[in-house]
């Protein structure tokens, strides 16, 4: 069973920044494509950013471009989402997921992941 825990979730003002970290459990972590996605309150969950299981490629949503960038450490089984210049519309909780396919770049649809994180909240003041 794969558990993953996120972190660093928090209020900031706007032009902020904040990093959020997700730890996985299990020894495979680096074979998995990673993403983080956030939903906010009446809206349907969003994909923010994936990192491929090597690190290799990352992708972005078009909304986070150059503000957000992820990385990971795979000797850490964790990976992070640095956020910077946030603004309110950041407001979500933001979670982390491990691609259902080993050795891919990460996808866009939510469908694509099978294991999530519990969440962590990001709230952006104006």
């Known amino acids: 069973q794969v558990q993953l825990v996120e972190s660093g979730g928090g209020l900031v003002q706007a032009g902020g920044s904040l990093r959020l970290s997700c730890a996985a459990s299990?020894?495979?972590?680096?074979?998995?494509?990673m993403g983080w996605f956030r939903q906010a309150p009446g809206k349907e969950r969003e994909f923010v950013a994936g990192?491929?299981?090597?690190?290799?490629?990352?992708d972005y949503a078009d909304s986070v471009k150059g503000r957000f960038t992820i990385s990971r450490d795979n000797a850490k089984n964790t990976v992070y989402l640095q956020m910077n210049s946030l603004k309110p519309e950041d407001t979500a909780v933001y979670y982390c997921?491990?691609?259902?396919?080993?050795?891919?770049?990460?996808?866009?649809?939510?469908?694509?992941?099978?294991?999530w994180g519990q969440g962590t909240q990001v709230t952006v003041s104006s």
């Open positions: 299990g020894r495979t972590f680096s074979s998995y494509a």
């Open positions: 990192i491929m299981w090597s690190g290799g490629r990352t």
């Open positions: 997921a491990r691609s259902a396919v080993t050795y891919s770049s990460a996808d866009y649809s939510p469908r694509a992941y099978d294991y």
